[in-house]
């Protein structure tokens, strides 16, 4: 980093002229290398980060939404001593890329680095703090290339495995999806309904974490992203039984259940279209129904079977079972609302404690056995059918009835013993069930990584790719045709390999790695984003830095991007590669930018906001303190293009109160190192974290007001960038501007001065060009002003000399008495005062003080009669 050895000049219009101003900071900051970060032991380290973006060509207002905001914080922790690392980096795989390039002819590569360089521009117009040393993008061999190297571990860990399943698959896209994007039956992306298909895929074992990855303890997180995690990984205790099938007595179907305590009411057995035990369960006369059933459910992706208004739908197999508690013979059925990838992919259906079986019964005609109910159990028929009184299923727990000898148990009680029973038996077990799934990874696309292994001809089956091998490069010249495989797959030179076993001919992988790879370590990549060795990151400069101290994004990633990141972090800590195990100390969702509309931004309702056309006319500081301004910034809310010119007045303001006050601040003209004497902590000016505003003694009329206003808008902003309250710290300073405004004839040039200064440094983190043209430009203090350390205020200074005492009568406000500050404890002395206001003597006259009611500095009530 280079020292200046002249202060620039200040803006050559002498007016606040942003466009001007705002490159110049921007260059110099740049090429003062203001912003490398680099590891220091001296000083307490500060990780911020926001979720990179995506490479979609244009950085609309939401983009600016994030980092601005985001950039303003890191900023402020910065000048307050730490050494903080912010980088930037691209999201560069995907599936918008490889459709540009089956729409208009061009390269996935090409369209996305032209993007890149385009977004690029636009995000350095925000004037961050972002490391531009430590740039990345995921789509560079570079970078994916370790994407391949954490495959291969894992295969050797055993936590990647190839499998047959069935899968989510967009017609439209042409590819598989997750469980996670599918939204309401539909592709996420493209908006496709979504169908199933049986492929052999690669997957990650996620669910080996399952356990551990709902331990938040190390964390600090919203409630709502915690809690959706939860929810996803579903977590439940019950029992895995199984249940006989009639006539065949080697054939059992596997059941898991959490409320064993109702298995005296199964009425019929259920499974999923896709088990592996219909065709052999299914009668000669019901097999047609049963096929065309199947693939009517094959049609259907799981969010539309599980569908909560759907009509429920099933056929019999033909076949029956046999419930182990009693020995009753009970029909078994297929229906969709069973799914083959979650439990074991059939269930007891039990109608009276199951909302989904009530309804299927009601369907299908089918008995209804009530065998919890609450309170006792008087007055209910142990025989089976319908309970005359049963309209509902009732799902709580309760009193078990017509249960044999569990009848009367607490359904608590009668879990454990049930169990117990099935465990004696040998036919069932106590155990942990998870909702999740294992990651499926494999996509049918070219843009993404290559995955690494290879299929030998002969008898070696399948081979990973050597370390040393890495990376397999993407082939430039593949064709893009919306086939349902890869473009990879008719390139014969990608394909055609040499199996590195035996050396005989072998094919190699053609599908592409999901894009959540790529992010879910990247983190790890930007302390060092050009390390060559394994394991594709610094392990000093990782250990100094991570886990990231502040991440920031859209609460819409809980449970794809940051579920999968935390598995990934943990399964690098067993590999012996880091020793901590959360990716993420602190997260903060923010939210949105709408139209000024008040609808969601888009194209084709016209409301979307070029934050460019601004930034041209206003300037990057007005667009960002508009954007905190709006509200607070977990909230969003509607883009106002009236607002942001209230904010732009607040940044002339600003400039004027700097510029116009003939007080000669320039010390040394720039040239000395030694910080500007601000407000802070006691001790020698530019030595200390913050040097203290000294409180001298002044004829001025004003100095005690302004300098109570300044230490106390310190005070206020100080706690509102801490806990992210950006809208009310702006507005803390529009009311320092206003004191600033009308005190200004009546203060000495000391005050003032320190006023200025302060201001500025309080700004400086919301609006960082003018606040360095005004330090350093105008005022000549030592550069950079975002090199300062951050004011600390006085608690004496703060203090009010009086305080404003609402007097009621009878309870009802009558007057407001003004007292010094030293007297507010003295209730004897503030009534006195009361009753020697004109107002209230007139409400007392001729009657007498009952009762004097004092809340110290708060409230007086007299109650007169």
Same mark, same amino acid.
């Given at each position: 980093?280079?020292?200046?050895?002249?202060?620039?000049?200040?803006?050559?219009?002498?007016?606040?002229?942003?466009?001007?101003?705002?490159?110049?900071?921007?260059?110099?900051?740049?090429?003062?290398?203001?912003?490398?970060?680099?590891?220091?032991?001296?000083?307490?380290?500060?990780?911020?980060?926001?979720?990179?973006?995506?490479?979609?060509?244009?950085?609309?207002?939401?983009?600016?939404?994030?980092?601005?905001?985001?950039?303003?914080?890191?900023?402020?922790?910065?000048?307050?001593?730490?050494?903080?690392?912010?980088?930037?980096?691209?999201?560069?795989?995907?599936?918008?890329?490889?459709?540009?390039?089956?729409?208009?002819?061009?390269?996935?590569?090409?369209?996305?680095?032209?993007?890149?360089?385009?977004?690029?521009?636009?995000?350095?117009?925000?004037?961050?703090?972002?490391?531009?040393?430590?740039?990345?993008?995921?789509?560079?061999?570079?970078?994916?290339?370790?994407?391949?190297?954490?495959?291969?571990?894992?295969?050797?860990?055993?936590?990647?495995?190839?499998?047959?399943?069935?899968?989510?698959?967009?017609?439209?896209?042409?590819?598989?999806?997750?469980?996670?994007?599918?939204?309401?039956?539909?592709?996420?992306?493209?908006?496709?309904?979504?169908?199933?298909?049986?492929?052999?895929?690669?997957?990650?074992?996620?669910?080996?974490?399952?356990?551990?990855?709902?331990?938040?303890?190390?964390?600090?997180?919203?409630?709502?992203?915690?809690?959706?995690?939860?929810?996803?990984?579903?977590?439940?205790?019950?029992?895995?039984?199984?249940?006989?099938?009639?006539?065949?007595?080697?054939?059992?179907?596997?059941?898991?259940?959490?409320?064993?305590?109702?298995?005296?009411?199964?009425?019929?057995?259920?499974?999923?279209?896709?088990?592996?035990?219909?065709?052999?369960?299914?009668?000669?006369?019901?097999?047609?129904?049963?096929?065309?059933?199947?693939?009517?459910?094959?049609?259907?992706?799981?969010?539309?079977?599980?569908?909560?208004?759907?009509?429920?739908?099933?056929?019999?197999?033909?076949?029956?079972?046999?419930?182990?508690?009693?020995?009753?013979?009970?029909?078994?059925?297929?229906?969709?609302?069973?799914?083959?990838?979650?439990?074991?992919?059939?269930?007891?259906?039990?109608?009276?404690?199951?909302?989904?079986?009530?309804?299927?019964?009601?369907?299908?005609?089918?008995?209804?056995?009530?065998?919890?109910?609450?309170?006792?159990?008087?007055?209910?028929?142990?025989?089976?059918?319908?309970?005359?009184?049963?309209?509902?299923?009732?799902?709580?727990?309760?009193?078990?009835?017509?249960?044999?000898?569990?009848?009367?148990?607490?359904?608590?009680?009668?879990?454990?013993?049930?169990?117990?029973?099935?465990?004696?038996?040998?036919?069932?077990?106590?155990?942990?069930?998870?909702?999740?799934?294992?990651?499926?990874?494999?996509?049918?696309?070219?843009?993404?990584?290559?995955?690494?292994?290879?299929?030998?001809?002969?008898?070696?089956?399948?081979?990973?790719?050597?370390?040393?091998?890495?990376?397999?490069?993407?082939?430039?010249?593949?064709?893009?045709?919306?086939?349902?495989?890869?473009?990879?797959?008719?390139?014969?030179?990608?394909?055609?390999?040499?199996?590195?076993?035996?050396?005989?001919?072998?094919?190699?992988?053609?599908?592409?790695?999901?894009?959540?790879?790529?992010?879910?370590?990247?983190?790890?990549?930007?302390?060092?984003?050009?390390?060559?060795?394994?394991?594709?990151?610094?392990?000093?400069?990782?250990?100094?830095?991570?886990?990231?101290?502040?991440?920031?994004?859209?609460?819409?990633?809980?449970?794809?991007?940051?579920?999968?990141?935390?598995?990934?972090?943990?399964?690098?800590?067993?590999?012996?590669?880091?020793?901590?195990?959360?990716?993420?100390?602190?997260?903060?969702?923010?939210?949105?930018?709408?139209?000024?509309?008040?609808?969601?931004?888009?194209?084709?309702?016209?409301?979307?906001?070029?934050?460019?056309?601004?930034?041209?006319?206003?300037?990057?500081?007005?667009?960002?303190?508009?954007?905190?301004?709006?509200?607070?910034?977990?909230?969003?809310?509607?883009?106002?293009?009236?607002?942001?010119?209230?904010?732009?007045?607040?940044?002339?303001?600003?400039?004027? +109160?700097? @510029?116009?006050?003939? %007080?000669?601040?320039?010390?040394? $003209?720039?040239? /000395?190192? =030694?910080?500007?004497?601000? &407000?802070?902590?006691?001790?020698?000016?530019?030595?200390?974290?913050?040097?203290?505003?000294?409180?001298?003694?002044?004829?001025?009329?004003?100095?005690?007001?302004?300098?109570?206003?300044?230490?106390?808008?310190?005070?206020?902003?100080?706690?509102?960038?801490?806990?992210?309250?950006?809208?009310?710290?702006?507005?803390? +300073?529009? @009311?320092?501007?206003? %004191?600033?405004?009308?005190?200004? $004839?009546?203060? /000495?040039? =000391?005050?003032?001065?320190? &006023?200025?200064?302060?201001?500025?440094?309080?700004?400086?983190?919301?609006?960082?060009?003018?606040?360095?043209?005004?330090?350093?430009?105008?005022?000549?203090?030592?550069?950079?002003?975002?090199?300062?350390?951050?004011?600390?205020?006085?608690?004496?200074?703060?203090?009010?000399?009086?305080?404003?005492?609402?007097?009621?009568?009878?309870?009802?406000?009558?007057?407001?008495?003004?007292?010094?500050?030293?007297?507010?404890?003295?209730?004897?002395?503030?009534?006195?005062?009361?009753?020697?206001?004109?107002?209230?003597?007139?409400?007392?006259?001729?009657?007498?003080?009952?009762?004097?009611?004092?809340?110290?500095?708060?409230?007086?009530?007299?109650?007169?009669?």
């Amino acid at each position: 980093m280079t020292t200046p050895t002249t202060a620039p000049p200040p803006s050559a219009s002498g007016g606040y002229q942003p466009t001007e101003i705002e490159p110049r900071w921007q260059r110099r900051w740049e090429d003062d290398g203001l912003y490398v970060a680099a590891v220091d032991s001296e000083r307490p380290h500060y990780y911020a980060l926001v979720m990179f973006p995506y490479t979609s060509g244009d950085l609309h207002i939401g983009h600016w939404y994030n980092f601005g905001i985001a950039d303003a914080h890191a900023r402020y922790k910065r000048m307050q001593g730490f050494n903080v690392l912010m980088p930037m980096g691209f999201d560069a795989f995907g599936l918008p890329a490889e459709n540009a390039a089956i729409s208009q002819g061009t390269h996935p590569h090409a369209w996305t680095m032209r993007n890149i360089e385009r977004m690029e521009r636009q995000i350095r117009s925000i004037g961050g703090v972002y490391d531009w040393s430590k740039e990345l993008a995921t789509c560079l061999p570079e970078y994916y290339r370790w994407n391949q190297w954490f495959f291969l571990k894992f295969y050797e860990q055993g936590l990647a495995y190839r499998a047959t399943a069935p899968v989510n698959w967009c017609p439209q896209d042409q590819t598989v999806l997750a469980n996670e994007q599918v939204v309401d039956g539909a592709c996420e992306r493209c908006g496709t309904a979504v169908i199933r298909r049986d492929l052999t895929q690669w997957f990650f074992k996620i669910t080996d974490y399952a356990e551990e990855l709902l331990d938040f303890s190390q964390i600090d997180w919203p409630e709502r992203v915690e809690t959706m995690q939860r929810n996803w990984i579903g977590r439940s205790e019950g029992v895995e039984f199984r249940i006989p099938v009639d006539g065949q007595p080697d054939v059992e179907i596997p059941v898991y259940t959490t409320r064993v305590d109702t298995v005296f009411g199964i009425t019929w057995v259920v499974l999923a279209p896709e088990h592996p035990l219909v065709d052999r369960l299914t009668a000669p006369e019901q097999r047609d129904a049963v096929r065309a059933y199947q693939e009517q459910a094959r049609r259907q992706s799981e969010i539309e079977r599980l569908a909560a208004d759907k009509e429920k739908s099933g056929v019999p197999l033909g076949s029956f079972a046999v419930n182990p508690a009693n020995g009753e013979r009970v029909p078994i059925w297929i229906a969709d609302y069973v799914l083959l990838t979650y439990g074991t992919g059939a269930i007891m259906a039990v109608p009276a404690s199951d909302e989904r079986d009530f309804a299927f019964a009601r369907q299908f005609n089918l008995p209804i056995r009530e065998v919890v109910c609450p309170g006792d159990a008087h007055g209910h028929d142990p025989v089976r059918g319908v309970h005359p009184e049963l309209s509902e299923a009732y799902l709580e727990p309760g009193v078990v009835v017509n249960s044999g000898q569990f009848a009367g148990l607490a359904s608590p009680d009668a879990k454990t013993r049930i169990a117990e029973l099935f465990e004696e038996r040998g036919i069932g077990q106590r155990t942990v069930k998870y909702r999740l799934r294992d990651w499926l990874i494999s996509r049918q696309r070219y843009w993404g990584t290559p995955i690494p292994m290879l299929y030998c001809a002969g008898v070696c089956g399948i081979v990973p790719v050597p370390e040393e091998d890495l990376p397999v490069v993407l082939p430039q010249d593949a064709e893009f045709k919306p086939t349902g495989e890869s473009p990879l797959a008719t390139h014969p030179s990608f394909v055609n390999a040499t199996c590195p076993r035996c050396g005989g001919p072998a094919r190699r992988e053609t599908d592409t790695m999901d894009t959540f790879m790529d992010s879910s370590w990247y983190f790890l990549r930007f302390p060092d984003a050009h390390y060559s060795q394994p394991p594709g990151f610094d392990p000093e400069k990782v250990a100094y830095w991570m886990p990231v101290d502040q991440y920031m994004g859209g609460v819409e990633h809980a449970v794809l991007h940051l579920l999968y990141s935390r598995f990934f972090t943990r399964v690098l800590r067993d590999l012996g590669l880091i020793e901590f195990s959360e990716p993420f100390t602190r997260l903060f969702n923010q939210g949105a930018i709408l139209g000024p509309d008040g609808f969601r931004m888009s194209k084709s309702r016209g409301n979307v906001v070029n934050p460019d056309d601004y930034v041209r006319k206003l300037g990057a500081d007005a667009v960002r303190c508009y954007l905190m301004f709006i509200g607070p910034w977990e909230g969003g809310g509607p883009w106002n293009p009236q607002s942001i010119s209230g904010v732009h007045k607040f940044l002339r303001d600003v400039w004027n +109160l700097a @510029t116009a006050d003939g %007080v000669d601040h320039s010390g040394d $003209g720039g040239q /000395s190192g =030694e910080a500007p004497i601000v &407000a802070g902590p006691a001790g020698e000016a530019g030595t200390e974290p913050c040097a203290r505003l000294e409180n001298r003694a002044n004829n001025s009329s004003g100095d005690a007001p302004l300098r109570r206003a300044v230490h106390q808008t310190i005070r206020g902003v100080t706690e509102d960038l801490d806990k992210f309250r950006f809208n009310t710290m702006l507005a803390k +300073l529009m @009311t320092l501007r206003n %004191v600033m405004q009308e005190l200004r $004839g009546s203060v /000495s040039d =000391e005050v003032w001065s320190e &006023a200025v200064r302060t201001m500025l440094l309080l700004v400086a983190p919301s609006a960082p060009h003018i606040a360095e043209e005004l330090w350093t430009g105008h005022l000549r203090l030592p550069y950079s002003i975002h090199q300062q350390p951050w004011p600390v205020w006085d608690e004496a200074l703060i203090a009010e000399d009086e305080v404003t005492i609402p007097i009621t009568v009878n309870g009802k406000p009558r007057e407001m008495l003004r007292i010094h500050a030293s007297r507010r404890d003295d209730q004897e002395y503030v009534r006195a005062e009361a009753l020697e206001r004109p107002k209230i003597k007139a409400l007392v006259e001729g009657r007498s003080v009952r009762r004097v009611v004092y809340v110290p500095g708060k409230v007086l009530n007299l109650v007169v009669g």
